[in-house]
């Protein structure tokens, strides 16, 4: 049985460049946008095996707006979590959470992007 690889969770943001750029610039991610017609309305950012997607989207809020306070909208493994939430701060990444033991197993941080999502960013204890 075909067993699934990674997923890749798509972020509907108002304006798709801006979001690339925070990713490249803020949490050090490789990003590739598509442009059409001038403006670009699809992009991705990638760093190691975890991508996210952002859609443009012209409607509605200009921020996410947080169903669950506290709660993160994706999560990303890392193999050395307090390398890098010292990259991540030295770049001026917005984290909420700092890092800490959490009581299902996992040590992690919370991340807000320019759009207000909310990554949690953690390795196994």
Do not use: K, W
């Not at 200009?62 to 050395?80: C, H, K, Q, W």
Request: charged share 25%; aromatic share 10%; proline share 7%.
């Amino acid at each position: 049985m075909p067993s699934f690889e990674r997923v890749a969770p798509v972020f509907l943001v108002p304006d798709v460049q801006a979001a690339l750029d925070h990713y490249r610039d803020r949490l050090g991610f490789e990003v590739s946008p598509y442009v059409d017609g001038g403006r670009t309305v699809y992009g991705y950012a990638s760093r190691g095996r975890c991508t996210i997607h952002f859609a443009l989207c012209t409607t509605g809020p200009s921020t996410n707006s947080r169903l669950s306070p506290g709660m993160f909208d994706a999560y990303l493994e890392v193999a050395d979590l307090g390398e890098l939430a010292g990259e991540l701060a030295d770049r001026g990444a917005d984290i909420t959470d700092p890092p800490r033991d959490r009581e299902y197993g996992l040590r992690d941080i919370h991340v807000r992007d320019l759009n207000g999502y909310v990554l949690g960013i953690g390795e196994p204890l």
